[in-house]
């Protein structure tokens, strides 16, 4: 059961610089096709669980699998590293890393597939199916209630939201760990 501290976790991940590596292919297609977690390495677009390769995990999604018990991660010498040491680690190296790990938990914890969404301009692409179902419908922004943001970059990510036929949304969070407010926006023409 996720989340259950006492069970034992259904898969194994080697921690290489911002990623982790599940090396063992018959665990990373169960992974994979647990919620499309992580890329299968030499695969760029996968046609389900149907791969013979490694599967690479952001260190968003580890942290997140490691939380629900789900993935244990150990380092190049092979030490097991704890939820918390790992969740350090990728505070340390990822920018906002704890205000993206809100909106990505958040989202996750809400039943949506959660991708990045880097090659868009925006912290994740979501898919409401999952990627190869469908298109993903949604580009989230995540953003700090204390941040301001200038209409001209309101602008630029709804048109570019709405030339690759996806809702912008911009999400916002008070605090690691607060509630996530969400704000939708639908291009249109006067």
Request: proline share 11%; net charge negative; aromatic share 8%.
């Given at each position: 059961m996720?989340?259950?501290a006492s069970a034992e976790p259904r898969f194994h991940g080697t921690l290489i610089g911002i990623r982790v590596v599940v090396f063992d292919h018959e665990e990373a297609r169960r992974l994979y096709a647990l919620g499309f977690?992580?890329?299968?390495?030499g695969v760029p677009k996968p046609r389900g669980a149907?791969?013979?390769?490694?599967?690479?995990?952001?260190l968003v999604e580890a942290v997140y699998l490691a939380?629900?018990?789900?993935l244990v991660v150990e380092d190049m010498e092979g030490r097991r590293l704890g939820v918390e040491e790992l969740r350090r680690y990728a505070?340390?190296?990822l920018e906002d890393f704890e205000l993206v790990y809100t909106v990505y938990r958040d989202l996750r914890d809400k039943g949506y597939v959660v991708r990045s969404g880097l090659k868009f301009g925006a912290a994740f692409a979501v898919y409401e199916k999952g990627p190869g179902l469908e298109h993903a419908p949604y580009l989230v922004h995540v953003v700090p209630y204390?941040?301001?943001?200038?209409?001209l970059e309101i602008v630029r990510a709804g048109r570019l939201s709405h030339s690759v036929r996806k809702y912008f949304v911009i999400?916002?969070?008070e605090a690691p760990g607060s509630e996530v407010?969400?704000?939708?926006f639908e291009w249109s023409k006067l």
């Open positions: 996720p989340g259950d977690y992580g890329k299968p390495l149907d791969f013979d390769a490694p599967l690479e995990l952001g939380e629900k018990g789900l505070a340390s190296v204390s941040e301001r943001i200038e209409p999400a916002l969070v407010k969400y704000m939708a």
